[in-house]
Structure formats: C-alpha cells, structure tokens
C-alpha cells in the first residue's frame, strides 16, 4: 500500500488550501487514516484523523480551522486547511493503518505560510 499526498504549496497567512492523499488499496477497511505534520525543528504531531466509525477528530491547535474528509470512492483523504498561520508551516503527512499491520506513511507534502 503506498500514500500520495499532495496539494501544499507557498501561501499568504489567512488564505486556505486543500491537501490530498491518495491511497493505492481500499482505504474501506482501514482503522484509522490521518494526517500529520512537522515543524522545522519540531516534532511530528498528529493533526486530525478518522476512525473506522467515520469520527473525525483533531488536535485542539487545529480545531474550528482544520476539516478532515475522506472520499472512499477515490480512496482519497483530505485535509481542508482554512485561516492558515504562520505556526502551521510544515511538512503534512498522511497515515493509513490497517488492523494487525503497521501504519504506513506518504511522502510529506510542504505547507509554507508566509506571513
């Protein structure tokens, strides 16, 4: 199984972006899929994620600006970024696990908020 994100770019502090992070399996069975990031310097910190139940849940730093969605069709999560600050500069990664197996990880996609 491999994880595609994409979608992060240059962008003006307040402006809004979409990430996306195709998956190559059937993302129906999969116990949690998620999106992580990491600061220059920092951590990787998880940032919003959806259960097998379909709950979408996120980190309190992100809450109200953040909305994680999944397209099961497409096999594709998302990640719709809006009043973006400085502070959410960082590489954004995508996590599948699937039951039994270790999470897997895309390749990072690069947010940078100027400001």
């Known amino acids: 199984v491999q994880l595609q994100a994409s979608g992060g770019g240059l962008v003006q502090a307040g402006e809004s972006l979409k990430l996306s992070c195709e998956v190559s399996?059937?993302?129906?069975?999969?116990?949690?899929l998620g999106w992580y990031r990491q600061a220059p310097g920092k951590r990787r910190e998880e940032v919003a994620w959806?259960?097998?139940?379909?709950?979408?849940i996120y980190a309190d730093s992100v809450k109200g600006r953040f909305s994680v969605s999944v397209d099961y069709a497409k096999n594709t999560l998302y990640l719709q970024i809006n009043s973006l600050a400085f502070e959410d500069t960082a590489v954004y990664y995508c996590?599948?696990?699937?039951?039994?197996?270790?999470?897997?990880w895309g390749q990072g996609t690069l947010v940078t908020v100027s400001s």
């Open positions: 399996a059937s993302i129906s069975d999969i116990n949690v």
């Open positions: 959806i259960t097998s139940q379909g709950r979408a």
């Open positions: 996590a599948a696990t699937y039951s039994g197996q270790p999470t897997k």
